[in-house]
């Protein structure tokens, strides 16, 4: 059993985890509709304090909210394009109305969607795990360069931090027990933000610029207004999150050896499509499960609710004490990016223990994985190469996860026979 204190400690660990993934997003929408700093602050503070509250209500679960997985909530990545594209035609009213609407959407769609879980064998699931841990794998090598566009990106310095940092948290993890193994990533990060410091790219300017107090307010940016056209959008940003939170599902289902149910997918999707909304109430983002703190678990052994309940009550607090957040922001890119190779590393490897318990000498299981792998990561890594198809096909295509999880479902219908489908109900490992 977990101390309190021990419980706090592993949340924080799980926000440091998850937090320049959760804080990005904000700094490119209102860098790039050119928000004024107390705008930027507000939306900031708004995202880390929606973050928490969908968390939590992921995390404790009800009758028909919450899948009761260890599943931390964070801003998608994919709404990024389409809440610029609406909000520099129209305005971010317009955006946040559109938001609302397709996060009621998302709630009265999950258990439609849940039907469609018999299409996520074995196969597809470890396909679509493993897609997930290797499709992260670039942001971690990009962060260890110091961060894609940084100035010293590449530099001797920031490469050495990412080892240090990727060795301290190996070392501790092979030498230290118990607690002090489960905080072994936190160690990484103080230990690589301490050399930082005496290396002289550790800055706390920010923390002495942000203010003390901040508190989200309903409809910031005014009252949301209607637009078929973005709520479609909308929605279609958010079937592409379902289907990347229903990876995620079966990747913490596999990292804390249980078997997620269909009425779990459901719930959590019900209160992803509720956290979408109270995005749209306080004028933050749409909310989806995260794939970085999978690693995390792997990682520690930790599967405990608690330390997630935990990491959304500090998510809520750094939402409100905007100085305290800013705190979080000092730790260099490079840092991050070592504590991220093993995280993220950590979740490809469970897609492929996943895999392991199906037949890949049949040549139907070999061409599924093979081919989602494959489309999964080269649509990550080289997501430019759909540019020139209509906006709807590149929000599904340039979506590693959704490309490599739609080849497998495809593959796995079109692979099948009556044969393999004997075979797989006398042997769910067949399949």
Request: charge should be positive.
């Amino acid at each position: 059993m977990l101390s309190k204190q021990k419980v706090v400690t592993l949340g924080f660990q799980h926000v440091l985890a998850m937090y320049a993934g959760a804080v990005v997003v904000p700094l490119i929408v209102g860098g790039a509709l050119k928000l004024t700093p107390a705008q930027m602050a507000y939306l900031i503070a708004a995202d880390l304090f929606t973050c928490g509250l969908a968390t939590i209500l992921q995390v404790m679960g009800t009758r028909f909210f919450g899948s009761r997985l260890p599943v931390v909530l964070g801003c998608t990545f994919t709404a990024v394009g389409p809440i610029i594209a609406i909000a520099s035609t129209s305005n971010l009213a317009t955006t946040y109305g559109a938001i609302i609407i397709s996060g009621l959407f998302v709630v009265l769609a999950a258990p439609l969607y849940g039907k469609m879980l018999k299409f996520f064998p074995t196969i597809v699931t470890g396909s679509v795990v493993t897609i997930i841990g290797l499709s992260l794998i670039p942001v971690a090598m990009n962060n260890a360069a110091g961060g894609q566009g940084a100035p010293d990106f590449g530099q001797p310095h920031n490469l050495l931090l990412a080892v240090i940092t990727l060795l301290v948290i190996l070392l501790v993890n092979r030498l230290a027990t118990g607690f002090l193994r489960a905080i072994s990533v936190l160690i990484g990060l103080v230990v690589g933000t301490v050399i930082g410091y005496f290396m002289g790219i550790v800055h706390f300017s920010s923390v002495g610029e942000a203010s003390w107090f901040s508190i989200a307010q309903p409809f910031y940016f005014g009252i949301p207004q209607i637009s078929i056209t973005a709520i479609v959008t909308m929605i279609i940003v958010n079937i592409v999150s379902m289907v990347e939170s229903t990876g995620v599902y079966f990747a913490v289902g596999k990292a804390t050896d249980q078997k997620v149910e269909q009425k779990q997918i459901v719930n959590g999707l019900r209160s992803e499509g509720l956290a979408i909304m109270l995005g749209g109430i306080f004028n933050a983002f749409p909310y989806t499960a995260f794939s970085q703190n999978v690693g995390l678990i792997s990682l520690t052994r930790v599967k405990s609710r608690d330390v997630i309940f935990a990491a959304g009550g500090i998510m809520v607090v750094l939402g409100l004490l905007p100085k305290l957040a800013a705190l979080t922001t000092v730790i260099p890119n490079a840092v991050l990016g070592g504590a991220m190779i093993v995280m993220f590393g950590s979740v490809a490897a469970s897609g492929i223990s996943i895999l392991s318990e199906v037949d890949l000498r049949k040549e139907r299981n070999l061409l599924i994985a093979a081919c989602s792998i494959a489309v999964g990561l080269g649509s990550a890594t080289l997501p430019q190469m759909f540019d020139q198809l209509p906006d709807f096909a590149k929000m599904l295509l340039q979506n590693g996860i959704v490309s490599g999880s739609l080849t497998a479902i495809v593959l796995n219908l079109c692979l099948s026979s009556s044969k393999d489908e004997a075979s797989s109900a006398a042997d769910p490992k067949a399949a």
